[in-house]
């Protein structure tokens, strides 16, 4: 009797086991438990919620999953669906507003908030427990079973952004839109829309039409950003667009759907040629000819961050008129963003032209300031004015904390964390996005297989970001960023390419408990997200995939070491010309390279199947890129 007990015991939990599939929710929630058995959804299940601010949640759920399951499910108002979305009646202090709990058994789903956003952010869990079937584009025959969890989750910041740069090149709203989405769907709740630089001005501003007139289209240019001819005289500029206070309004109002903020930006006193070629009038020297940026090189870089700007992109600090210009920007800017915060720019203004201009000398007397740098501050504190007058709080790029600024002011620290630390101390609020960590314009793997930009940014990397400095007081940190500069960027689907699967792992940073931090689990993760994109049809990088190479030049011996961001790639690679496979030599520790004009070709493997890009790199390059002993 004894024994069959436990036989049938034993089988019952072999059974429960083989029930349970793995969980690959990103964010990492708080905390997650499961169980066995699972609820299937059917095209009878329905949808309840018990407040009415839960409907448009249980709406967006539905239409979400019609295409994939082919169900038109029922909205119901009440406790009784299978899928329930309540409202909690007394708040639960732990999840505060953001988080949820999330709770499913054979019977159904419970998922429970303080708010709408917290319903809207258990339905994202939700939709990554369904198979991942449920992101593709047609009707899939697969059962749509949701395993037994229980899940309490809320975000350890309130910061979760990603910036997006529609400057340099033009994204249309529906793009916007498309992006948005995408970031809602792993819990970013911060668009940060850098709507105006050099290469071009994106929003309207009624009461000075010329700023999208002229400001918004620049003449037609390839290759590389930087490389480019600037505009030959008379050349008709034909490239851009901008978006009309409708079109903000709806994409404002499309954000707020999915529980996301937008802050605008509009880049001053620098990087505004764009506005300076609508009203030359803003700048020093006033010259007529002042063209949006087609993506010449217009500035000489030194390397060490200084830099000299050839073509005049700042406005004059000087100038009372330039005020005037600020204030009908910003009272429009200020009534189209319900939120709080305006985004001001102020990094890398060169000052130069101010130095030489005989109106900023005069100023610069009459207030008594010595340095040409620190106009920047009394432009900024002006500037910071005309928010408040607004009823608007001023960000800005840790720049904006050399010239001086008011404690109020809250600072994106992007230069490393160094701006943001220095920030933190003289008790500025925070939110950090440095190169560092958080640049999605930087490529992500091996510069000969990826375009080359600026800089390179491995998703490991940006996975380990802590974006509380030792010796900071977290409570100054309001959270993070990524940041999408599109100098090379030209359509959605690269933009994509490039923010995935970074913007997951810095989900994942601004989302989860620093405690829960761990790379193996993240990327079993990330892979499974990557079949879940391919379904959605959404790009993703698979740089990580690739093989990192290293080499070592001591003594005129060159030794190469190869690795990879994922543990289990085997590397193989040949040195003689051959196309390497996986009965090449495979790669176990560091080897020193023979003389000669010999070519590496690495390539990683799975499971005895091909992986990454075949990476080719002949000595020279092997030796360009040696670090030296
Ligand atoms: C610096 S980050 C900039 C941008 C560039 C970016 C390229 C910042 C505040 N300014 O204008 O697009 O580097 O990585």
Known sequence: MKKTLFLVLLLASFFAKSQKSTLNIIPQPVEIEQFAGLFTLNKATIISYN??????????????????????????EGKNGGIQLNINDVPNEKIGKEGYTFESNTKGVVISANTSAGLFYGI????????????????????????????????????????????????????????????????FNTFHWHLTDDEGWRIEIKSLPKLTKVGAYRVARYGHFGDRAIPKEGEVATEGGFYTHEDIKEVVRYAQERN?????????????MAAIAAYPELSCNKNPKTFVNPGASIADWYGNGTFKVLYENTLNPSDEKVYEFLDKVFTEVAELFPNKYIHVGGDECYKGFWAADEGCQALMKKLNIRHVEDLQGYFMNRLEK???????????????????????????????????????????????????????????????????????????KSYSFEPVPDGVDAKYILGGQGNLWTEQIPNLRYAEYMTYPRAWALADVYWSPKVSKNWENFSKRMEAHFDRADLAQVNYSRAVYDAIVKTTLKNNKLSLELGSELSDLDIYFTIDDTMPDS???????????????????????????????LITLKRAELEKRATKQ
């Open 386 to 460: 005309i928010l408040k007058a607004k009823g608007k709080k001023l960000l800005g790029w840790d720049e904006i904390l050399e010239g001086g600024i008011s404690p109020e002011a809250t600072v994106m620290s992007w230069r490393g964390i160094k701006g943001g630390i220095e920030a933190a101390k003289m008790g500025h609020d925070v939110v950090m996005t440095p190169t560092t960590f958080a640049y999605l314009d930087y490529n992500q793997g091996e510069n000969t297989v990826d375009p080359p930009i600026y800089a390179g940014l491995r998703v490991s």
């Open 51 to 76: 407040k009415v601010e839960g409907r448009s949640a249980a709406e967006m759920l539905i239409q979400k999953i019609s295409t994939p399951t082919g169900f038109s499910l029922k909205v119901q």
């Open 260 to 272: 996301v903020t937008i802050v605008p930006e509009i880049d001053v006193p620098g990087h505004s």
């Open 583 to 613: 009965f090449s030599p495979k790669y176990s520790k560091i080897i020193e390279l023979p003389e000669g004009p010999i070519t590496l070709r690495v390539i990683t493997y799975r499971n005895g199947k091909p992986l990454g890009h």
């Open 124 to 187: 994202q869990t939700l939709i990554q427990l369904l198979p991942k079937e449920i992101e593709g584009k047609e009707l899939a025959k697969t059962a749509w079973t949701i395993p037994s969890v229980k899940v309490t989750d809320y975000p350890r910041f309130a910061w979760r952004g990603v910036m997006f740069d529609v400057s340099r090149n033009f994204f249309s709203k529906e793009d916007v839109k498309k992006y948005i989405d995408q970031l809602a769907r792993m819990k």
